[in-house]
């Protein structure tokens, strides 16, 4: 655990001095309660300068409610629905092919230990403790080196795992499906508001949609790209480390493919979420969507309803 955790946090820790580097000034202006703008005027154009305001330690915490309002009252808009068409598809389409991808995938998992040892690996870089870490790391040299934005990031990233991971784990206790280690059917049998003392008992054979590891890696490396737009790897790198933390669990039997799509759904908007204190952009505005799972024979569906 320690050296997945160490590996992606030293790494990712690299873009506050990278950006620290570069200089505040090419950022955009952040508009919200924890900076500030200054002007320098001269004879020929004006400079804009963000300084960032340290953030309130209680902040991560306290913003979490308003963050779970934002997503169930601002996400589910009109430009929404070709993403969630998307999901829905994507997990229908997946769902169909689990179980042979799966076989593919643990044969190799089994076959090799090379293939384990990857797979466990990434599997821990998925980790909540990976992403505290991190938060920790971002932190600690913000408070060192007098960065408020590094600071920033650490509160932000806490606080979309936090909100992020409680949604996953709603979602969790209301579909009861089986992980590919504990299936009974070839995808996975699906209990629907599982009897909660099981499920405590046996949390495997209820947790595997939708993925909180992929949730909560997606979460925090929006955070730390919306904090830091200049460094330009940091969503490709991010991108790369997503991939292979979902590569990893299916190969460890954790998840099974169709639990990723909602899962990157709810990782991006609720890093966008946490990123963005002053609200969301406008250009996600639009009339309102809702959309609910729903019960139907032998299985689960989506209900879309729309407001004009």
């Given at each position: 655990?320690f050296r997945?955790t ?21 950022e955009?202006?952040?508009k ?12 020929s154009s004006v400079a804009i300068?963000?300084?960032y305001?340290m953030p309130?330690?209680y ?8 963050d ?6 601002l996400?589910?808009r009109?430009?929404?629905i070709?993403?969630?068409?998307t999901v829905a598809?994507t997990?229908?389409?997946?769902i169909?092919t689990?179980?042979k991808?799966w076989?593919?995938?643990r ?9 384990r ?8 870089v998925?980790?909540?403790?990976t ?10 040299y913000?408070?060192?080196s007098?960065?408020a ?5 650490a509160s932000?990233?806490?606080q979309a795992v936090l909100?992020?991971g409680?949604?996953?784990?709603i979602?969790?206790?209301v579909t009861?499906r089986?992980?590919?280690n504990t299936?009974?059917?070839p995808?996975?049998k699906?209990?629907?508001f599982?009897?909660?003392?099981d ?9 595997a ?11 925090a490396l929006?955070?730390?790209a ?5 460094v330009?790897w940091i ?5 790369l480390i997503t991939?292979?933390v979902?590569?990893g ?23 966008m979420?946490?990123a963005?204190?002053?609200?969301i ?6 009339k309102?969507?809702n959309?609910?799972p ?10 879309v309803?729309?407001?004009f």
């Amino acid at each position: 655990m320690f050296r997945s955790t160490f590996f992606v946090c030293t790494i990712l820790l690299i873009t506050a001095v990278t950006a620290r580097s570069f200089g505040q000034s090419t950022e955009p202006v952040q508009k919200d309660s924890t900076s500030t703008a200054v002007e320098k005027k001269d004879s020929s154009s004006v400079a804009i300068k963000p300084v960032y305001k340290m953030p309130k330690w209680y902040e991560m915490i306290t913003n979490i409610p308003g963050d779970w309002s934002k997503y169930f009252t601002l996400t589910f808009r009109e430009n929404k629905i070709p993403l969630y068409l998307t999901v829905a598809a994507t997990t229908a389409a997946t769902i169909a092919t689990d179980d042979k991808v799966w076989q593919v995938i643990r044969k190799n998992h089994d076959a090799s230990s090379f293939a384990r040892k990857f797979d466990e690996f990434w599997t821990e870089v998925g980790d909540g403790r990976t992403q505290f870490g991190l938060a920790a790391l971002f932190g600690a040299y913000g408070l060192i080196s007098d960065d408020a934005r590094a600071v920033r990031t650490a509160s932000q990233i806490v606080q979309a795992v936090l909100a992020s991971g409680t949604v996953v784990q709603i979602m969790k206790h209301v579909t009861g499906r089986q992980t590919p280690n504990t299936a009974t059917s070839p995808t996975g049998k699906w209990v629907f508001f599982p009897n909660q003392i099981d499920y405590a008992r046996h949390v495997s054979t209820y947790d595997a949609f939708p993925s909180g590891h992929v949730t909560t890696t997606v979460a925090a490396l929006i955070v730390i790209a919306e904090n830091y737009p200049e460094v330009w790897w940091i969503r490709p790198a991010g991108y790369l480390i997503t991939g292979l933390v979902a590569w990893g669990m299916v190969g460890t039997g954790i998840h099974w493919y169709s639990d990723y799509p909602l899962a990157l759904a709810l990782g991006y908007t609720f890093g966008m979420i946490a990123a963005h204190p002053e609200g969301i952009p406008a250009e996600i505005a639009g009339k309102k969507i809702n959309i609910m799972p729903t019960l139907v024979d032998n299985g689960f569906g989506i209900s879309v309803g729309y407001s004009f």
